[in-house]
């Protein structure tokens, strides 16, 4: 009898293979639970998929992963809750198992999620302990309070557990339960994670809300033997899913000996995101040595006052230091700025782009609109602002009440009515940087900006053989 659906409900191209999926249906299968996985990204007709798989089965559980809660991008702005509340009501018609909800993206807006969507559970936080305990409560005692990150229903209003984000880490290694290969035809590129959390407190970011706020690290013989059990599938190329791979520097550093020990480079290629410090000739060194061919860097600003703002943990110097490391290595570099934040002017804007041509990285991205999520430092400078609704800071495609649920951007005013172009005619037509748009483009074609939602460009590329990073393939592509 099946116990477990586990649905992943993305479907953005080109497509992610769900990570989150692989890891939990490995956990719930090695504590003897059947697992289904109902992949949703890999079907063309949703409404099919899902009727052709409850009228042949029948569920305890259905857990559904949602990672995107929307695709952080300004213009486009686009919300993927309104897909999530539709399906949950479509599962509604198929089938009477419980629905659990979990992602990065859900472990943000757990309560608000669970209330929109009507679900009966959510999980914030890890899944793999959480659904084996939910499994178990449902068919026992009930006792949803002893479940990790658990969110449910009682009396009609929704309790929290505390998030799950269990230390020690150990996670399964096998990664059999999604179709990894399809991955990488369609989507370039497959995943794995070394760490989860992260330690740091860049105003801007949710991951600490999302992953926890401290480092729970992998052992790096865990980590090879995941990456060698991808290769006998045929992958031969990764990215990295961890926050920054050098936080902390040390246990990057171990993950790489342990891949150059096992000679891994000749087998897999891999791309990480990494913070700007620390790195240094040694860790670009066996970071190469060790397979990586790619550094995306979260290099926000190089305007000394909007570092600081940023509370990001480099300086101007550090992004010049990061592009000569990872030249003098063979590891190509990417620079992803973050644009129009709190004490964003023209002139810093002018001095960040004119640094990052001068010390000249493979890519750059510069986003402009920092996406605002509750708990974090930027939701407190937005409240230190005065009334949101008449913020000129506050950009948004929504009526009504600011709501940080809702995709919702700080640009910062300084840079005037059309923010967009001002950038733009900085980036003076280099080629190098992924630019930002006002509106979305009303043609078809090849984008300059780095939205890897719908991306069609991508998709093709990759449907010709292309493989890599996203950057590092549309670079590839101009
Ligand atoms: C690596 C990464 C990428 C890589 C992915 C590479 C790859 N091959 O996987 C690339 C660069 C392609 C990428 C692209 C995008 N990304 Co991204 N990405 C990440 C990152 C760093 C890791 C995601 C990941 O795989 N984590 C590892 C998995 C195992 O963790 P997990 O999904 O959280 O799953 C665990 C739990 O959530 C839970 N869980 C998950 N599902 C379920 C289901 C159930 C039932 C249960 C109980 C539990 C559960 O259990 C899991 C295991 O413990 C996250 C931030 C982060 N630190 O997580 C951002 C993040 C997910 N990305 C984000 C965004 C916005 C995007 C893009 C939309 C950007 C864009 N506009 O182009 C695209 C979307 C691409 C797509 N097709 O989906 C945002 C989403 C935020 C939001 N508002 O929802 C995040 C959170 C970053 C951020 N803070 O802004 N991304």
New binding site residues.
Partial sequence: MDMLA??NT?R?????????????AGAAGAAGIDVDIVDL?LVEDVSKALQDYFSAHSPQL????????????WP?AQS?VPDLTELVSQLRNLTDAAI??????????AERIVEQTGAD????????Q??IS?LNELQQSKRFALVP?LLWRDNGAVCSNKP?WPWPLS?PTSRTAINNLA?LQQ???????TK?G?DRNCIY???PL??GPTLRLRKPREVADEVESLIAQGVDV??????EFNISRKHASEICGEFIRRSLRDKVRW?T?MAVRPFDAELAKVMRLAGCVGI?FTGDSASTSVLDYYRAGHRREDLASAVRLCRDNGIKVMIDLLLGGPGETPETLAETIDYVKKIGPDAAGAPLGV?V?PGTEMADILAREGPAETNPNVRRKYHGPVDLFE?TFYISQALGPEPARLVKDLIAGDKRFFEPMEELPQTAGPSTD????E?LELVEAIEGGARG???DILRRLR
Avoid: T
């Fill in positions: 586990l649905i993305n953005m191209a080109p497509p992610i293979g769900p990570l989150a999926l692989d890891y939990i990204s259905v857990g559904l992963s949602f990672r995107n809660v929307d695709d952080c991008f486009s993927f659990v909800i979990g992602g990065v993206g859900f472990s943000i807006f559970f959510g999980v914030r936080g890890d899944g793999e959480a659904i939910l990150g799950a996670l991955y989507g370039g590129q497959c995943g794995i994670e989860r992260c970011c949710a991951d999302a992953k990764l990215h990295l899913c961890d926050s791309y995101y995306d996406r999520y995709p780095h939205n890897y939602n991306n990073a996203y950057w």
